[in-house]
């Protein structure tokens, strides 16, 4: 079997207890509200700037047998450059304040999610960092296609407030069969198992992202009632 096939066998559930968080089962329905839409756009920010610079600690951490590796890192950066500007932009639209986010500080969920791919790449097996890109890029393409134009119907904003959610909807369905050609190529255990890991434990940490955001206005104040009847 292709690692690639293994990889995603090894972490169904692990991807099915993302998908399983009441937030994104909620913006696939279309019960989300902007503020709620703001707040991921926030907490999205604050990971994807870490993006090229999780690329390049990964290219200069990976020995010579990786070179292969090491170079196709460097086509990942060139895709990769500018996207959470992307994102202020798209804050922008929905009416937020992206000068606030980008001086804001990560919620703790996101802030983990960072350090432990630092951590990976530093103190574990830096191949093991394509487990998170595996994760990242899985999720966005299944919300971009599934979300973004429930969400922007639900929601009535401009298609500018929709441009990384859909950007990663086209652009990651060629990186996914990029990434597939890759890690098909990976022909040692602990490489491998260090991927499988690595997508086990980011699928946990993205999901405590998605927990972390706020509940609807509405639920929340269906919650207030309750509580003072």
Excluded at 39 to 44: D, G, P, T
């Amino acid at each position: 079997m292709p690692f690639f096939d293994t990889l995603q066998q090894r972490t169904e559930a692990d991807r099915a207890a993302l998908f399983s968080v009441p937030v994104i089962q909620h913006a696939l329905m279309g019960e989300i509200d902007v503020a709620q839409y703001i707040a991921f756009l926030s907490q999205a920010y604050h990971h994807v700037r870490h993006t090229v610079p999780l690329l390049m600690a990964c290219g200069s951490r990976l020995d010579r047998r990786h070179e292969w590796l090491r170079t196709a890192i460097a086509e990942y950066i060139e895709e990769e450059l500018g996207h959470e500007e992307w994102v202020l932009n798209d804050i922008a639209a929905c009416g937020g304040d992206p000068d606030q986010v980008r001086h804001s500080k990560p919620h703790a969920s996101t802030e983990l999610m960072v350090a432990y791919a630092y951590h990976q790449i530093d103190r574990g097996n830096p191949v093991g960092f394509f487990g998170m890109v595996h994760v990242l890029e899985g999720t966005s393409t299944a919300l971009a296609s599934n979300a973004a134009e429930t969400i922007q119907t639900v929601l009535r904003l401009p298609a500018n407030a929709f441009s990384y959610l859909n950007s990663h909807g086209s652009l990651d369905l060629e990186h996914v069969k990029f990434f597939e050609s890759l890690v098909n190529r990976l022909d040692r255990e602990e490489d491998k198992d260090a991927v499988v890991h690595t997508a086990a434990m980011i699928y946990k940490l993205y999901g405590d992202i998605f927990r972390s955001l706020p509940a609807r206005a509405s639920q929340m104040s269906q919650a207030a009632q309750s509580v003072e009847a």
